[in-house]
């Protein structure tokens, strides 16, 4: 059974097409409310993300939400993407359409200084291996990082578009697909698409900015460090825990992890 996502979410719509004649799958979706949630997320544990990179996360996530919309829907996607500049940062972002939701955050601490800036995809289904690919890409446009990813990883022509108003657009290559057309689309051409293109409506998804995170699911993590690392987490007595994928902060006394330790074993 598929997990139940908190009432008060702002939900975005995205709607998916086929472009008749030119055989490729168009994605779209205005963003705005999905950002708002990620900045109250942001606000309820008092985190703030410095521009550019609260910028490319943002346009990270309108990414992966465009992306899993154009995948099966029982498809888990995380993806990694460690940049040069403006500084040296991991973004990380992921999600899945059942439910729809995506989450992420920005790391600038403990990041390695060295290498290029690298892009790290990880794609689950049920009853499958999981496949993971690693490339490089240059430049700190996350939209045109994913593109490298589809081009180089899947090996399918894909562009991505910012509009106004915090909408985006993610148009895909599918069988027999125009690339010459596709390759030389202008954002001009896009806001004119419907006008201009016969679009054919496949289906709708909606999505979240959620995490699903909590401290019962972190718990365990918690349990598979070195004593020594135990001691020095719960020196003060209550230990603060941050959510490896959204950054979110848990706090939870030695005691209540003690009694939830020994039920376990």
């Known amino acids: 059974m598929s997990q139940m996502l908190e009432p008060d979410l702002s939900v975005v719509d995205l709607r998916a097409y086929f472009v008749r004649k030119r055989n490729a799958l168009l994605v779209r979706g205005r963003f705005s409310p999905l950002f708002l949630d990620y900045y109250l997320h942001l606000m309820q544990y008092g985190l703030q993300n410095a521009e550019p990179l609260d910028q490319m996360l943002k346009d990270t996530l309108a990414a992966m939400a465009l992306h899993l919309c154009s995948r099966p829907q029982d498809e888990s996607c995380a993806w990694t993407i460690h940049v040069k500049e403006p500084q040296r940062a991991n973004v990380f972002v992921t999600g899945s359409s059942r439910p ?130 135990l001691d020095h987490i719960f020196a003060d007595g209550v230990a603060q825990i941050h959510c490896p994928r959204c950054g979110a902060v848990f706090r939870t006394p030695k005691e209540s992890f003690e009694q939830w330790r020994s039920k376990q074993s």
Request: aromatic share 8%; hydrophobic share 35%; proline share 4%.
């Open 100 to 229: 729809g939701r995506v989450a992420g955050r920005v790391f600038t601490e403990d990041v390695r200084q060295e290498g290029e800036a690298m892009f790290i995809s990880q794609a689950t289904r049920p009853d499958q291996a999981p496949r993971q690919s690693m490339i490089e890409f240059h430049g700190d446009d996350m939209l045109k990082a994913v593109e490298t990813f589809y081009t180089t990883s899947e090996q399918r022509l894909t562009r991505f578009f910012r509009l106004e108003d915090e909408e985006f657009v993610q148009i895909s290559a599918e069988p027999d697909c125009d690339e010459q057309w596709l390759s030389e689309l202008t954002l001009e051409q896009v806001l004119a698409i419907e006008t201009n293109e016969h679009l054919t409506l496949l289906e709708t998804r909606g999505y979240v900015f959620e995490c699903g995170c909590s401290i019962e699911r972190l718990l365990p993590i918690i349990m598979r460090l070195p004593q020594d690392d």
